[in-house]
C-alpha cells in the first residue's frame, strides 16, 4: 500500500484480556518501530526492528508486552494481560528503503495507530 | 535515559500572529526531527536537522537547531487555522529511535 497500515483501529478490552496490535510497513521499508502514545503526551518509543531482527526493545514497559516481525514485513504487537495503565494509542513506524541499510535521521512515517481502550 | 523537554505545553494565538515552540534536551542529539500531529490523526514528519546551528525554511515554518546540539525551535510566522495541531520535536538516535518531547498544542483564533 502507499503508506503503514494498522489493525485494528480501535480495540476495545476488558482487564485481564489478551491482545494483538498488527502493522503493515511501507513496503521495503527495513526499520519498523512501536510507539504508545498516552492522551495529551508525546509517542514513547518500545521497541525496534530492522528486518526481522528486534534490535531494540529498551522501552517495552513490562513482560507482559512481546513484539515479533518474523519475516522482516508485518509485525505484531501482543500485550498480555491487560491493564486499565495500557490504554493509549499504539503507534507503529516504517522508514528506510530497502536499498540502504537505514542510519540517523530517515524520515519514520507512522501509522494511524490502534487505540487500545482497557477497561 | 535521553530526555526532551518542549515548551511550552500550549499556545493560543490569534490568526496572523507569531508562533514559537522550544526543544531542549538532557544530552547531544544526532539529530532532531519535528512532527505535527493534527487532533486524532498520527505524527506526520515536517523536517530533519543535522549539522549544528542549522536552519532550514519551509514556506512560513523555520526550523533551527542550536549550535550545541541539544536544543531547537521552530517558528512559524502569520499563523493560518490550518496551522493549528500539536507540534513535536523528537531527538534521534544513531538508528532512528526518536524521543519525543511533550509537544505545543496550538490553537489559532481566527
Known amino acids: 500500500g502507499a503508506g503503514v497500515s494498522q489493525s485494528p483501529r480501535y480495540k476495545v478490552a476488558k482487564r485481564g484480556q489478551d491482545v494483538a496490535l498488527r502493522c503493515d510497513p511501507i513496503s521495503g521499508h527495513v526499520s519498523l518501530f512501536w510507539y504508545q502514545q498516552a492522551l495529551g503526551q508525546g509517542p514513547e518509543f518500545l521497541t525496534y526492528?530492522?528486518?526481522?531482527?528486534?534490535?531494540?526493545k529498551s522501552g517495552l514497559p513490562s513482560d507482559r508486552f512481546f513484539a515479533e516481525r518474523p519475516e522482516g514485513s508485518v509485525s505484531t504487537l501482543k500485550i498480555q494481560r491487560t491493564q486499565q495503565e495500557d490504554s493509549a494509542v499504539y503507534l507503529c513506524?516504517?522508514?528506510?528503503?530497502?536499498?540502504?541499510?537505514?542510519?540517523?535521521?530517515?524520515?519514520?512515517?507512522f501509522g494511524p495507530g490502534t487505540r487500545l481502550t482497557v477497561l | 535515559g535521553q530526555q526532551v523537554m518542549q515548551i511550552p505545553q500550549y499556545q493560543h494565538v490569534q490568526e496572523g500572529e507569531d508562533f514559537t515552540t522550544y526543544c531542549n534536551s538532557s544530552?547531544?542529539?544526532?539529530?532532531i526531527q519535528w512532527y505535527k500531529q493534527r487532533p486524532g490523526g498520527h505524527p506526520v514528519f515536517l523536517i530533519q536537522l543535522v549539522k549544528s546551528g542549522e536552519v532550514k525554511k519551509q514556506k512560513r515554518l523555520t526550523f533551527q537547531f542550536g549550535e550545541a546540539k541539544k536544543n531547537s525551535s521552530l517558528h512559524i510566522t502569520a499563523t493560518q487555522t490550518t496551522d493549528v495541531g500539536t507540534y513535536f520535536c523528537?531527538?534521534?538516535?544513531?538508528?532512528?529511535?526518536?524521543?519525543f518531547g511533550q509537544g505545543t498544542i496550538l490553537t489559532v483564533h481566527p
Open positions: 513506524a516504517s522508514s528506510s528503503p530497502r536499498t540502504t541499510s537505514g542510519g540517523p535521521g530517515d524520515t519514520q512515517y
Open positions: 523528537a531527538g534521534g538516535t544513531s538508528y532512528g529511535k526518536l524521543t
Open positions: 526492528f530492522q528486518n526481522e531482527a528486534q534490535l531494540d
Open positions: 544530552t547531544t542529539l544526532s539529530n
